[in-house]
């Protein structure tokens, strides 16, 4: 998924089948790619144009219930679409 194609659903189909169990990050590469890799064990900022906040383990962030969340998703996608379109860099805190 891009930043050019990111809608709701597709936000949504990204965060349905994540493991609650671990902590989880959304990422977004320089080229626009939208990721969430497993911030367990911290992760490479070098490699990222911005991030958001992890989502903590067992705190329903990510999965079927938050992925049905439509205030949920619509804030996130609004955040990625925000700091990508002001060109930012690095951490996006809520």
Same mark, same amino acid.
């Given at each position: 998924?891009?930043?050019?194609?990111?809608? @709701?659903?597709?936000? %949504?189909?990204?965060?349905?089948?994540?493991? =609650?169990?671990?902590? +989880?990050?959304?990422?977004?590469?320089? =080229? !626009? +790619?939208? @990721?969430?890799?497993?911030?367990?064990?911290?992760?490479?900022?070098?490699?990222?144009?911005? $991030?958001? @906040?992890?989502?903590?383990?067992?705190? !329903? &962030?990510?999965? @079927?219930? %938050? %992925?049905? =969340? %439509?205030?949920?998703?619509?804030?996130?996608?609004?955040?990625?679409?925000?700091? $990508?379109?002001? +060109?930012?860099? !690095?951490? &996006?805190? &809520?």
């Amino acid at each position: 998924m891009n930043v050019s194609n990111l809608t @709701e659903k597709t936000f %949504a189909d990204l965060i349905r089948d994540l493991d =609650d169990s671990h902590s +989880n990050r959304i990422v977004v590469t320089n =080229d !626009g +790619n939208i @990721e969430c890799i497993d911030d367990t064990n911290g992760f490479n900022k070098k490699k990222y144009k911005f $991030w958001l @906040e992890a989502f903590d383990p067992y705190n !329903g &962030y990510v999965g @079927e219930n %938050a %992925a049905n =969340d %439509a205030s949920h998703v619509k804030r996130h996608v609004e955040m990625i679409r925000d700091h $990508w379109n002001k +060109n930012n860099h !690095g951490p &996006y805190d &809520y």
